[in-house]
């Protein structure tokens, strides 16, 4: 089973940054995309940033030119550096994980997610 830990959500002021990580169990080779997604309060959840095993990105744009998803293969990890952050980025932000078998539907995995709180 797939594991996804996210870590380094916080309390930060606006303009501060923040760099999220996500740690797989296991190889993220195996995985076609990996992402950011987040949820606020009375929201639904909604891409942040994501990455495909070929190493393009694709960010929304409410987060392009701010922040950046990047991988560390050797360490399983995926992160999301986040600079000039905004009170509108608060959410709970959650790791996805999509694997594609041949000739199969989808397996997808989310972490657990960690709050990310912006003061004004």
């Known amino acids: 089973q797939v594991q996804l830990v996210e870590s380094g959500g916080g309390l930060v002021q606006a303009g501060g940054s923040l760099r999220l990580s996500c740690a797989a169990s296991?190889?993220?080779?195996?995985?076609?995309?990996m992402g950011w997604y987040r949820q606020a309060p009375g929201n639904q959840r909604e891409l942040v940033a994501v990455?495909?095993?070929?190493?393009?990105?694709n960010y929304a744009d409410s987060t392009k030119g701010r922040f950046t998803i990047s991988r560390e293969n050797a360490k399983n990890t995926v992160y999301l550096e986040m600079n000039s952050l905004k009170p509108e980025d608060t959410a709970v932000y959650y790791c996805?994980?999509?694997?594609?078998?041949?000739?199969?539907?989808?397996?997808?995995?989310w972490g657990q997610g960690t709050q990310v709180t912006v003061s004004s």
């Open positions: 996805k994980a999509v694997f594609t078998p041949p000739h199969r539907t989808d397996l997808i995995y």
């Open positions: 296991g190889s993220i080779y195996r995985f076609n995309t």
């Open positions: 990455m495909t095993s070929g190493g393009s990105t």
